[in-house]
Structure formats: C-alpha cells, structure tokens
Nanobody, 124 residues
Framework: QLQLVESGGGLVQPGGSLRLSCVAS????????VGWFRQAPGKEREGVSW????????YYAASVKGRFTISRDNAKNTVYLQMSSLKPEDTAVYYC?????????????????WGQGTQVTVSS
C-alpha cells in the first residue's frame, strides 16, 4: 500500500517551533519531489514548500520564507518541514505530497500521492 504519513503537529505558542515529518511507505521517495501544503478552515489549500527529488532545489511561499526549512533524508524515506517563529496565521492542517513530475510546486494537481494531514495550531 502506497502512502504518506505526516506527524509532528500540535499546539504551540506564537514564536515557537515545530518539526513536521512525512514518511513514505510502499514506495521510495528517491525519485519524487515532495511538497508541503496547508489548509485553514474556510480557505483553499496553499502550497508552503517544496523540495526536489535530489534535495538540490527548494521552494518556499512568501508567507513562510525565512521561517520554514524543508529537508529530506532519502535513506529514511522521510521529508521534514522545520517551522520556526510560528504565527497564529500558520494554524492549519498540514499535508505532504509526492510527485514524479512536478511542474509547479504550488499546484496540488501536480502531485501523485497525499498524506492524511497533521494539525498545527499556533495560539497563546
């Protein structure tokens, strides 16, 4: 069974940090670009960050640039999203997605597999 599983979400105070993990099972992530998306209640799914299959290229949405860092460990079949200086507006369900040919990192339709999501809540 091919699947992605996110973990690491939770409740954090403004200014705090969290690290999300995205683990693939049933397939190897080596040949896949991976993106992180988020969706807040009543809003559209938003592309947050993306990393190429080799890890040599990354993309960040303007809203998170300088605060979030994406990385991958292909030996562990895992992609991470380190989130720092969190703000209340970062509150959302965060999803990871994997795609073989991602033409636009921010386009959800460019990805082949999706995880079930992990909730991140930033609140005092």
């Amino acid at each position: 069974q091919l699947q992605l599983v996110e973990s690491g979400g939770g409740l954090v105070q403004p200014g705090g940090s969290l690290r999300l993990s995205c683990v693939a099972s049933g397939f190897t992530l080596d040949y896949y670009a991976v993106g992180w998306f988020r969706q807040a209640p009543g809003k559209e799914r938003e592309g947050v960050s993306w990393i190429s299959s080799s890890g040599g290229s990354t993309y960040y949405a303007a809203s998170v640039k300088g605060r979030f860092t994406i990385s991958r460990d292909n030996a562990k079949n895992t992609v991470y999203l380190q989130m720092s200086s969190l703000k209340p507006e970062d509150t959302a369900v965060y999803y990871c997605a994997a795609g073989r040919k991602v033409d636009n990192p921010a386009r959800p339709g460019a990805y082949d597999y999706w995880g079930q999501g992990t909730q991140v809540t930033v609140s005092s």
